[in-house]
């Protein structure tokens, strides 16, 4: 546990994660099965993702939609973005289908995640970072 005010962490990293860490995922070697949502994939940069920037509610979040929400479930490619409020501690997340026509968008009303924004592409049951597509 850090002694510094006000920091939170999460986890063993806790909350490390930096947007130029990302960039060193290009595919992957290794999937990870999601514990809940078990027919649920994600690759490791966003085991990367959910390890260094606390963010396993996240992948919750992004599976449960899927699982819960017509509109998703027939969907084999979807695109997720989590922005962060300009001026707060809350977020937006969002899904489209890949061509900005909505099918899910959600207020969250605090989050810690340590990046501004983040996106992530579910294709055929596995979530991957944009660079690894």
Known sequence: MSNEPNQVTN??????LREEDLKNFYGTEQWF???LFRRYLYTE?????????GAYWLL???FGCHEMHAKLQGE????????????????????????YN?????????????????????????????SEY
């Open 33 to 35: 099965r999601h514990s």
């Open 76 to 99: 084999d490619f979807c695109s997720w973005e989590l922005v962060r409020d300009e001026d707060g501690d809350g977020a937006t997340l969002s899904c489209t289908d890949g061509n």
């Open 45 to 53: 940069g966003v085991q990367y993702v959910a390890e260094h920037g």
């Open 102 to 130: 909505p099918l899910y968008s959600e207020k969250i009303d605090y989050t810690d995640f340590p990046l501004k924004e983040i996106k992530f592409f579910c294709v055929n049951n596995v979530l991957l970072l944009p």
């Open 11 to 16: 986890g063993e990293h806790g909350n490390t």
């Open 60 to 62: 919750d979040k992004i």
